[in-house]
């Protein structure tokens, strides 16, 4: 019984460092037309580091500096050949192309954009980063889309002294290209609350539900165009 208590405690002591000490991280990226990372982040109690560099990946994760996967884990991504025995074909959409699929569904409405932009907002002010510079190039699939981008870049823009994030839309072509390097520290805790309030609430549960029944009829959808 002893035994178990000790035990019992001593879970509860990890899982209170866990939750309440700092979480400090690096996160360097790219997007042009794939996505290439590398991230490192970690405390006393947990790290983790991770990259994707030129269809490359590696990463490992460590409990008070005991390695939890083998360190250097490399994956290559293999090319898929085709199945010739499927009837229905389906082809990968490019990002502005699923963005277009979604707006025309009525997913992407005023009251779903500004809930996910309360979100954004709630965790760019938890993670407090000390350092971090973007650099944004878009252009969305409908015009009224870029001005929504735009309002929500000034939007956030006008709420900080100091915004090292320049947004360049382009009216001429769909694209989404970005750089950006972030680094700083959060609050586990903190994170992990604002997390739940946003999934639980009546408003993410109404969008998944709607993603759901798209994601249910596009098969129909393409059996009708085949």
Request: aromatic share 10%; proline share 6%; glycine share 4%.
């Amino acid at each position: 019984m002893i035994v178990l208590q000790i035990i019992g405690s001593l879970l509860l002591a990890v899982i209170l460092l866990a939750v309440l000490w700092p979480f400090k991280y690096k996160i360097e990226y790219s997007y042009q037309e794939k996505l290439e990372y590398q991230i490192a982040a970690g405390s006393p109690v947990f790290s983790y580091k991770a990259k994707n560099i030129s269809g490359e990946q590696e990463s490992s994760m460590r409990i008070f500096g005991i390695p939890l996967s083998a360190e250097g884990k490399k994956r290559e991504k293999k090319e898929r050949s085709p199945r010739p025995d499927k009837k229905t074909k389906k082809t990968s959409k490019s990002l502005p192309e699923k963005l277009k699929s979604i707006y025309q569904d009525d997913l992407f409405s005023r009251k779903n954009f500004w809930h996910i932009y309360g979100l954004l907002r709630d965790i760019l002010t938890l993670l407090k980063p000390k350092y971090y510079n973007i650099n944004i190039t878009a252009g969305l699939p409908e015009p009224d889309l870029n001005g929504l981008l735009l309002a929500f870049y000034y939007s956030l823009k006008s709420s900080r002294s100091e915004f090292p994030v320049s947004l360049k839309v382009n009216w001429e072509r769909e694209v989404i290209e970005t750089r950006g390097i972030i680094s700083g520290a959060v609050l586990p805790l903190r994170l992990i609350g604002q997390l739940l309030c946003f999934l639980l609430s009546p408003t993410t549960l109404k969008l998944l539900w709607q993603l759901r029944r798209q994601q249910k009829s596009e098969p129909a959808k393409l059996e009708q165009q085949a």
